[in-house]
């Protein structure tokens, strides 16, 4: 078992910054990428930026890129999104996944924290 805890979200202006930081804790050794994903009211859960717990290879939606940076702390088991030069569309519950050796897919999330950019 993995377990996930976002924290950092919050309420910012348009062209504003914020960090969400994702604890993880249980079955470390076996995280194979980790993820952040993001839901606003009315749409779909979507894809926002990724890294590989090792060797941290990176990834981002074209929405994100330029803007978003996903980085990973292995010593303090911590995945993190800054988020610059934010936008009123990026108002969404961010959610951290995990994918590991023993699953298909995101197999582990979390409770979701909410950013709120106004205009």
């Known amino acids: 078992q993995v377990q996930l805890d976002e924290s950092g979200?919050?309420?910012?202006?348009?062209?504003?910054?914020l960090?969400?930081?994702?604890?993880?804790s249980g079955?470390?050794?076996s995280l194979l990428v980790m993820a952040w994903f993001r839901q606003a009211p009315g749409k779909e859960r979507e894809f926002v930026a990724a890294i590989s717990w090792s060797p941290g290879t990176t990834m981002y939606a074209d929405s994100v890129k330029g803007r978003f940076a996903i980085?990973?702390?292995?010593?303090k088991n911590t995945v993190y999104l800054q988020m610059d030069g934010l936008k009123?569309?990026?108002t969404a519950a961010y959610y951290c996944a995990a994918k590991t050796i023993s699953g298909k897919g995101y197999d582990y999330w979390g409770q979701g924290t909410q950013v709120t950019v106004s205009s």
Not at 9 to 17: D, E, F, K, T
Not at 19 to 24: E, G, I, K, Y
Request: with cysteine; aromatic share 4%.
């Open 71 to 75: 980085s990973r702390d292995n010593a």
């Open 19 to 24: 960090r969400l930081s994702c604890a993880v």
């Open 9 to 17: 979200g919050g309420l910012v202006q348009a062209g504003g910054s």
């Open 88 to 90: 009123p569309e990026d």
């Open 27 to 29: 079955r470390v050794f």
